[in-house]
């Protein structure tokens, strides 16, 4: 064989390997990954939404004693039944404005608890009602997966009461505080409940242990928490806050306020003050309508 043909055979060999090289590389690039949840998490630890809002840090003047779970793991973890009551019985004892009470039981038999925060220690309906500030329900963890309302509220409530950081917002209002509503769910931890969620390592179920969602109870009243939350008929006028966050469990990515952020349906009804004005009801806009309202 001649040099020419040689050379003309090595550059054709070259030029096959080259281009081997380049369709294989190609084809890496555009073949789908393999599924698995684990692919999914690390998708959303790493995403968009983890790198435009990055856990903000710990505020090294609170004392250790009153960090929660979540700030002591960096945003992480959440606190289970037990430590929450610890730490609720803690805001009791460390603040004159706090006051924890329990409405009444789980269907697992687990106390659930209310937090009271009123800086002139209005702690009953009565003494409320006739103090004349506004009342205000958070309500935290009525579905137990979506549960960083219940730190940002902790959280929350030790600025104001124990810290003294935000009391002022205490000046105007009395706050009732369920950190964890469907505590029954909340213990039903599982890495693996809600995958697709940016935190925390373990989080409880949607529903409660005998399939009831708990935020479409609000009229059958069938389970026993929902019928606790509406105290034996004692009523208050309030306005009503529902902590979640939708599918996003963006634990470090919202602050003490923001997670607080959709207003839920009323878990109990406004009792008129004496001598309040009641708006006129509105007119029909027909004559079908003023029949069905009747």
């Given at each position: 064989?001649?040099?020419?043909?040689?050379?003309r055979?090595a550059?054709?060999?070259?030029?096959?390997?080259?281009l081997?090289?380049?369709?294989?590389?190609?084809?890496?690039?555009?073949?789908?990954?393999?599924?698995?949840?684990?692919?999914?998490?690390?998708?959303?630890?790493?995403?968009?939404?983890?790198?435009?809002?990055?856990?903000?840090?710990?505020?090294?003047?609170?004392?250790?004693?009153?960090?929660?779970?979540?700030?002591?793991?960096?945003?992480?973890?959440t606190?289970?039944?037990?430590?929450?009551?610890r730490?609720?019985?803690?805001?009791?004892?460390?603040?004159?404005?706090?006051k924890?009470?329990?409405?009444?039981?789980?269907?697992?038999?687990?106390?659930?608890?209310?937090?009271?925060?009123?800086?002139?220690?209005?702690?009953?309906?009565?003494?409320?009602?006739?103090?004349?500030k506004?009342?205000?329900l958070?309500?935290?963890?009525?579905?137990?997966?979506?549960?960083?309302?219940?730190?940002?509220?902790?959280?929350?409530?030790?600025?104001?009461?124990?810290?003294?950081?935000?009391?002022?917002?205490?000046?105007?209002?009395?706050?009732?505080v369920?950190?964890?509503?469907?505590?029954?769910?909340?213990?039903r931890?599982?890495?693996?409940?809600?995958?697709?969620?940016?935190?925390?390592?373990?989080?409880?179920?949607?529903?409660?242990?005998?399939?009831?969602?708990?935020?479409?109870?609000?009229t059958?009243l069938?389970a026993?928490?929902?019928?606790?939350?509406?105290?034996?008929?004692?009523?208050?006028?309030?306005?009503?806050q529902?902590?979640?966050?939708?599918?996003?469990?963006?634990?470090?990515?919202?602050?003490?306020?923001?997670?607080?952020?959709r207003?839920?349906?009323?878990?109990?009804?406004?009792?008129p003050?004496?001598g309040?004005?009641?708006?006129?009801?509105?007119?029909?806009?027909?004559?079908?309508?003023?029949?069905?309202?009747?």
């Open positions: 064989m001649s040099r020419p043909t040689v050379l055979v550059a054709l060999a070259v030029a096959v390997t080259f081997a090289a380049t369709a294989r590389a190609q084809l890496r690039l555009t073949r789908p990954v393999p599924w698995t949840p684990d692919s999914v998490v690390k998708s959303i630890l790493t995403g968009s939404s983890a790198q435009l809002t990055p856990n903000p840090p710990i505020d090294p003047s609170i004392p250790r004693i009153w960090l929660t779970r979540a700030e002591r793991s960096l945003w992480t973890q606190s289970d039944y037990e430590e929450m009551m730490y609720c019985r803690s805001l009791e004892a460390g603040s004159h404005w706090v924890l009470e329990i409405i009444g039981k789980s269907g697992q038999g687990r106390d659930l608890p209310m937090l009271i925060l009123s800086k002139d220690r209005a702690f009953t309906p009565d003494a409320a009602r006739a103090l004349g506004p009342v205000i958070i309500q935290n963890g009525i579905h137990a997966g979506e549960i960083e309302g219940k730190d940002a509220s902790l959280m929350l409530m030790r600025d104001m009461a124990a810290l003294h950081k935000y009391d002022a917002l205490l000046d105007s209002v009395t706050l009732l369920l950190p964890t509503f469907s505590v029954d769910a909340a213990e931890r599982s890495h693996w409940n809600r995958i697709n969620q940016n935190g925390p390592d373990e989080m409880g179920w949607r529903h409660t242990p005998v399939g009831l969602n708990l935020n479409r109870d609000y059958k069938d026993p928490e929902m019928r606790a939350c509406k105290l034996d008929g004692r009523e208050l006028p309030l306005c009503d529902v902590g979640r966050l939708g599918n996003r469990q963006d634990f470090g990515h919202c602050g003490p306020l923001s997670s607080i952020s207003a839920g349906q009323r878990s109990w009804r406004a009792r003050r004496p309040a004005r009641r708006l006129p009801a509105p007119a029909p806009s027909s004559p079908r309508r003023a029949e069905r309202s009747r």
